[in-house]
């Protein structure tokens, strides 16, 4: 058991670029979340796999936001035309089924915007 | 939609002493679960401990146990013998039906020598 591990650790790009950040969960878990997290506050939900399938997402996840996880292994999101607002903690974690199961996450990806 | 609540920023301790964290929660599900998470500075989130709200007793785990009153939607965190490696944020957390999970807005927890 390596853990969740995120890449990169911390991103710095101009406004208006696109970033994609990549998430390995632990290999035998089948659900992989992604949360936003701003300084003071918790973790804001994104969006939810169950294997490769994206049940969920936040109607806080704009359409500049996308996701995906292909074969149900490692997960990538995407931020296109990057704001100023999109500066936080992107953090993702995994679990096993059923959904009560305790969340493991990774260290984040800090963005910033400049 | 499920919030969870932290009224308290911060939080102080003398080290080995007992401290209470609160949290409040409001849901209008019956069957859930309820997390504390610790999150050490620039460091990862970890599982403190889990109570399940169909069980009656509450939950412990070594030096860390919870107060969960399902009634007045209460679920608070005592850490008992305080150590300088507790200082952290700590994060209550829900979980129900849906397969979301609901943090609260962290308390900071400083630990005195």
Known sequence: DTGVSQDPRHKITKRGQNVTFRCDPISEHNRLYWYRQTLGQGPEFLTYFQNEAQLEK????????????????????EIQRTEQGDSA????????????????????TRLSIL | ????????????????????????????????????????????????IRQEAYKQQNATENRFSVNFQKAA??????ISDSQLGDAAMYFCAYSGT????YFGTGTSLTVIP
């Open chain 1, 58 to 77: 936040s109607r806080l996840l704009s359409d500049r936001f996308s996701a995906e996880r292909p074969k149900g292994s490692f997960s990538t999101l």
């Open chain 1, 89 to 108: 903690m992107y953090l993702c974690a995994s679990s096993s089924t059923p959904s009560y199961q305790p969340q493991h996450f990774g260290d984040g």
């Open chain 2, 1 to 48: 939609a499920q919030t969870v609540t932290q009224s308290q920023p911060e939080m102080s301790v003398q080290e080995a002493e007992t401290v209470t964290l609160s949290c409040t929660y409001d849901t209008s599900e019956s069957d859930y679960y309820l997390f504390w998470y610790k999150q050490p500075p620039s460091r990862q989130m970890i599982l403190v």
């Open chain 2, 73 to 78: 939607k209460s679920f608070s965190l005592k």
């Open chain 2, 98 to 101: 849906g397969n979301q999970f």
